[in-house]
């Protein structure tokens, strides 16, 4: 398994900002992405899946660069309940093992 | 709704001591995991199993063995637990043939002395 990317943060911003996150990967053969969410202490939560034509939930919007081996995520109005670190995981095709990165941190402050 | 637990939250034993950890699914899924976090590491893969009795090796599988009896029931064994083996441990699951998502129980945060 190869690895995946992510600059560990931590991102502080304040209230109301837009904040993104990237995380790259080396495994071209990769067809599954996601974007976990763990907060201090509590297990990682799936965030939301990563589809090729990218995707959006509400304040918060996932994309897939394919060619350039990397994923996003976009975080717009940031609340103070946005503060987590946010994993990047990839798995590849055929196989349901993923691979994590070790996380972003977010800290948004008043 | 989904749901994984896991034994405990909270362990304490001694340097020396056998541990188990269980975690249980009740989603049906083939496939469950363990993992080990630790600050600065991210979460690391010890040992996954992909159907009752089968398991394979993760990346850090030395000093931990599983024990997959029951499809729904995951256990990790520490067999003489060591002062590098504190951390939080974290079980996770997915099915097979749907979306890799994986779920995760609350973890057991151990602590050996």
């Known amino acids: 398994r190869k690895e995946v990317e992510q600059d560990p943060g931590p991102f502080n911003v304040p209230e109301g900002a837009t904040v993104a996150f990237n995380c790259t990967y080396s495994?071209?053969?990769?067809?599954?992405f996601f974007w976990y969410r763990q907060d201090c202490r509590k297990e990682p939560k799936l965030l939301m899946s990563?589809?090729?034509s990218g995707n959006e939930d509400g304040r918060f919007t996932a994309q897939l660069n394919r060619a350039s081996q990397y994923i996003s995520l976009l975080i717009r109005d940031s609340k103070l309940s946005d503060s987590a670190t946010y994993l990047c995981?990839?798995?590849?095709?055929?196989?349901?093992?993923?691979?994590f990165g070790r996380g972003t941190s977010l800290i948004v402050h008043p | 709704d989904v749901k994984v637990t896991q034994s405990s939250r909270y362990l304490v034993k001694r340097t020396g001591e056998k541990v188990f950890l269980e975690c249980v699914q009740d989603?049906?899924?083939?496939?469950m995991f363990w993992y080990r976090q630790d600050p600065g590491l991210g979460l690391r893969l010890i040992y996954f199993?992909?159907?009752?009795?089968?398991?394979e090796k993760g990346d850090i599988p030395e000093g931990y063995s599983v024990s997959r009896e029951k499809k729904e029931r995951f256990s990790l064994i520490l067999e003489s637990a060591s002062t590098n083996q504190t951390s939080m441990y974290l079980c996770?699951?997915?099915?097979?043939?749907?979306?890799?998502?994986?779920?995760f129980g609350p973890g057991t945060r151990l602590t050996v002395t």
């Open positions: 995981v990839v798995s590849s095709g055929g196989s349901y093992i993923p691979t």
């Open positions: 495994n071209s053969a990769s067809q599954s």
């Open positions: 990563v589809y090729s």
């Open positions: 989603m049906d899924h083939e496939n």
């Open positions: 199993s992909y159907d009752v009795k089968m398991k």
């Open positions: 996770a699951s997915i099915g097979a043939g749907g979306t890799y998502e994986q779920y």
